[in-house]
């Protein structure tokens, strides 16, 4: 058993991934959404009854990652669930930082701190007695690897030390503009939608090596951070990309191909970074990977994702037809399901009575 389950996390990420045995089952939770779609992220979560999550990964601070994740270590029926938390906080960007930040009670940090919680434990040097290291990549030298229970294997991608120690000078910038500042609960920023251009008519592969070829990059800090990696299990690499950036990516994976010791690593399901924005995704990343199925989580709010030219980059990119996955049928992805299969490429989204799709890897 290997499997992801995308829960109705907004425009934001929260994933509960499967592996093990019928009898030994394991899971680790990433994100947890955004406030506004903390609800549904409960339900469903409160669904799964037996889960124990061996790692809860906090990717970065952005509000639709973590605004859910300050909901879950509040509520008596959930955050029981979590022993480890992998988050780099402030006191892990800026050497000798205080480890509550520059800002007073700064929300999850406070809650991991205070909580009966394994915060970053097994990465060095550990910065307290309480608090481990740092998650991150060194620049030279192996790729961090971690075993989980029930034989797994984290591999570690991103972030690197330079975009990591960047961020302290952008912290209290970014955790106020995410509403995460005093000691409540941040409930910004709500959801809307943006206006997003048509997709081409005909959709065929000249329109979609149009869209392709238009580049962006992103210039969060915030992002810069993400953790992002491969889990391995039984034969099997399932790549989370969190909301890292193509470049950061492009680099772990030109490292990973080296440690597995193939020209173009074979990876069986891909959650593409940053909710499918062509911000985050690059055609020297997609050339440097054999993957057909991709994750997309986002229902569309605050940022029109997918990008049009993100799913054009990964067909373009593929050596035969590809898969996206979608935790939500949205305006954006709607075109693209009854336009796809033209160019080669199948939308799937859950089913009509479900809010949650699983996708095994």
């Known amino acids: 058993m290997f499997a992801v389950q995308m829960l109705p996390a907004g425009h934001g990420d929260a994933l509960v991934v499967e592996y093990g045995t019928r009898t030994d089952p394991h899971q680790?939770?990433?994100?947890?959404?955004?406030?506004?779609?903390?609800?549904?992220?409960?339900?469903?979560?409160?669904?799964?009854?037996?889960?124990?999550?061996?790692?809860?990964?906090?990717?970065?601070?952005?509000?639709?990652h973590i605004g859910g994740a300050i909901s879950l270590l509040d509520d008596p029926n959930l955050k029981h669930r979590i022993d480890k938390v992998w988050f780099n906080g402030?006191?892990?960007?800026?050497?000798?930082?205080?480890?509550?930040?520059?800002?007073?009670?700064?929300?999850?940090?406070?809650?991991?701190?205070?909580?009966?919680?394994?915060?970053?434990?097994?990465?060095?040097?550990?910065?307290?007695?309480?608090?481990?290291?740092?998650v991150v990549v060194p620049s030279a030298g192996d790729l961090p690897s971690y075993d989980l229970p029930g034989d797994a294997t984290v591999v570690l991608l991103s972030p690197n030390g330079p975009k990591l120690k960047a961020m302290a000078e952008h912290w209290i910038e970014v955790v106020e503009e995410a509403g995460l500042g005093d000691a409540g609960h941040t409930t910004i920023p709500k959801p809307r939608q943006v206006a997003f251009d048509p997709l081409p008519d005909p959709l065929d592969l000249a329109a979609i090596a149009m869209l392709a070829s238009k580049k962006e990059y992103d210039g969060s800090p915030a992002n810069a951070t993400?953790?992002?990696?491969?889990?391995?299990?039984?034969?099997?690499?399932?790549?989370?990309?969190?909301?890292?950036?193509?470049?950061?990516l492009t680099a772990g994976l030109r490292r990973y191909?080296?440690?597995?010791?193939?020209?173009?690593?074979?990876?069986?399901?891909?959650?593409?970074?940053?909710?499918?924005?062509?911000?985050?995704?690059?055609?020297?990343?997609?050339?440097?990977?054999?993957?057909?199925?991709?994750?997309?989580?986002?229902?569309?709010?605050?940022?029109?994702?997918?990008?049009?030219?993100?799913?054009?980059?990964?067909?373009?990119?593929?050596?035969?037809?590809?898969?996206?996955?979608?935790?939500?049928?949205?305006?954006?992805?709607?075109?693209?399901?009854?336009?796809?299969?033209?160019?080669?490429?199948?939308?799937?989204?859950?089913?009509?009575?479900q809010h949650s799709i699983r996708v095994t890897a």
């Open 28 to 64: 680790l939770l990433i994100d947890a959404g955004t406030y506004h779609a903390w609800e549904g992220v409960q339900a469903e979560l409160m669904r799964r009854r037996r889960d124990k999550y061996e790692i809860f990964v906090v990717t970065h601070v952005d509000e639709d």
């Open 226 to 248: 993400s953790i992002a990696f491969v889990l391995e299990y039984d034969r099997k690499r399932v790549l989370f990309g969190a909301d890292a950036y193509a470049s950061v």
């Open 90 to 134: 402030y006191v892990h960007c800026k050497s000798g930082g205080n480890v509550l930040g520059p800002l007073n009670g700064e929300q999850l940090t406070k809650r991991i701190a205070t909580g009966a919680f394994h915060w970053n434990e097994g990465f060095t040097p550990r910065e307290s007695v309480d608090v481990g290291g740092p």
């Open 257 to 353: 191909a080296e440690r597995v010791g193939e020209t173009r690593p074979r990876i069986d399901l891909v959650k593409l970074a940053h909710h499918g924005s062509n911000a985050n995704l690059s055609m020297d990343l997609l050339d440097l990977i054999d993957c057909r199925r991709f994750l997309i989580s986002t229902n569309g709010d605050n940022f029109a994702h997918p990008h049009d030219a993100a799913i054009a980059k990964v067909i373009m990119s593929a050596d035969g037809p590809v898969t996206f996955f979608c935790n939500y049928s949205t305006t954006r992805t709607q075109p693209w399901a009854a336009h796809g299969p033209g160019v080669g490429a199948t939308f799937k989204f859950p089913k009509a009575s």
